[in-house]
C-alpha cells in the first residue's frame, strides 16, 4: 500500500491522548454499546476467567478506571504528518492518511445519496481511556463508540494482532481495522445500530453487525485509489496490492469468533457465544464489500445466508 506523495493530511481528524499516560485502576463497565473489531479481543479465553462485558454491558475483565487529566496533543502529529510523502515514511502519518481516506469516501458517498457525513475522530490513546461508553483499557482492542461518535484505538493494537493472532501484519491491514470502525460509525449514522436486538449466536444482529462492518470496509478499499484528498485534491492513496487485500483477509480469518475460541480458548467452538461471525464470513463479507463496492450489496440484516 502505497499513498500518493503530494496529497495533503488532515491531522484534525486524528486526536492524540498518548502523552497522557492511562493509568488504569479498577473495574469499569465499558456501557454504551462501544463496538470492536475483535470485541473483547479473547472473549472466550478471558469468559473462562470470570466473564467479559460484550455489547450488553456485563462486567469485563480488561477494563478499567482510567485516570482523568486526559489530553489531546496533535503538536508532534501535525508537524511531521503533512503530506502523502510522510505517510510513506512515517506509521502516524500512514494511519492519518487512511483515516483521511476512509472518511472521505463516506463523505462522498453520503452527499450522493442526498445526506450529510458527520465527520468522527480516531483517538490514538496508550493503556487506557475514557470515552463516551465509560472507560476501556487496550485490551479491549479499538472500538468505536456511539455516545460520542468516536474510534478509539491503542496502536500497540497492531502488534498484537501479529504476536498473539499470528496475523501478518502491514499498513493495509491496518486500514481494514480503521475502516471495520468507521463502518460502525457509518452504521450509527444511518440507525442501523439501533436494530441490534439479539447480542450472542451465529445468526445474531450483533454479528450481522460486525460482518457488514467488514463488507463496508471493503467498500471503502474498492474506493481508496480513486477517493480525493481534501479539497478536491490528488487521492491519498496510489495503489493496493493483492498481497495487501490477501493479508487482509488473512487478518479478518484470525478474529473470526470460531478462530479465536479454537485457538485461543481451549479448542471447544461455541456458537452460542458467537459475536462477530466466522473467520469465514468474516472474510466473505470483506470481498463482497471490495468486490463489488457498493454499500446496498452489505445489506447483512435481510440474508438467510451470512456465509
Known amino acids: 500500500m502505497e499513498f500518493n506523495d503530494d496529497a ?3 491531522t484534525s481528524q486524528v486526536e492524540d491522548m498518548r502523552s497522557s499516560g492511562g493509568g488504569v485502576g479498577g473495574r469499569v463497565l465499558l456501557g454504551g454499546g462501544g463496538l470492536s473489531i475483535v470485541g473483547l479481543i479473547i472473549y472466550f479465553v478471558m469468559s473462562q476467567f470470570g466473564g467479559v462485558a460484550g455489547l450488553d454491558g456485563n462486567s469485563a475483565s480488561g477494563l478499567g478506571d482510567v485516570t482523568s487529566g486526559q489530553r489531546v496533543d496533535n503538536a508532534r502529529i501535525s508537524e511531521q504528518c503533512r503530506t502523502g510523502r510522510d505517510a510513506n515514511t512515517n506509521h502516524d502519518c500512514a494511519l492519518v492518511a487512511v483515516i483521511n481516506s476512509i472518511q472521505g469516501y463516506w463523505r462522498d458517498q453520503f452527499a450522493r445519496s442526498g445526506q450529510t457525513y458527520q465527520q468522527a475522530p480516531t483517538n490514538f490513546f496508550r493503556g487506557g481511556v475514557n470515552t463516551g461508553c ?3 483499557t487496550a485490551d479491549v482492542g479499538p472500538f468505536y463508540c456511539p455516545a460520542d461518535s468516536e474510534v ?3 496502536l500497540s493494537f497492531f502488534t498484537q494482532l501479529q504476536s498473539q493472532f499470528g496475523a501478518q501484519g ?3 491491514v491496518e486500514a481494514y481495522v480503521l475502516a471495520h470502525e468507521y463502518g460502525h460509525h457509518v452504521q450509527n449514522l444511518l ?3 439501533d436494530r441490534v436486538r439479539t447480542r450472542r449466536g451465529p445468526t445474531s444482529d450483533a454479528v450481522r453487525l460486525e460482518l457488514q462492518a467488514d463488507c463496508y470496509a471493503g467498500v471503502w478499499a474498492n474506493h481508496a485509489t480513486t477517493t ?3 479539497n478536491g485534491g490528488p487521492p491519498l492513496i496510489r495503489n493496493i496490492t493483492e498481497d495487501d487485500i490477501r493479508r ?3 487478518a479478518a480469518g484470525r478474529i473470526g469468533d470460531d478462530f479465536i475460541q479454537r485457538e485461543l480458548g481451549g479448542g471447544r467452538v461455541d456458537e452460542s457465544q458467537f459475536t462477530h461471525g466466522t473467520s469465514q464470513q468474516r472474510e466473505k463479507w470483506f ?3 471490495i468486490q463489488s463496492g457498493n454499500p446496498a450489496q452489505c445489506d447483512t440484516f435481510r440474508t438467510n445466508n451470512l456465509g
Open 228 to 230: 480525493p484528498s481534501a
Open 170 to 172: 502491514g499498513t493495509f
Open 8 to 10: 495533503g493530511l488532515d
Open 152 to 154: 478509539y484505538i491503542d
Open 248 to 250: 487482509a483477509l488473512d
Open 287 to 289: 470481498t463482497t464489500g
Open 191 to 193: 440507525g442501523t445500530s
Open 134 to 136: 465509560g472507560s476501556a
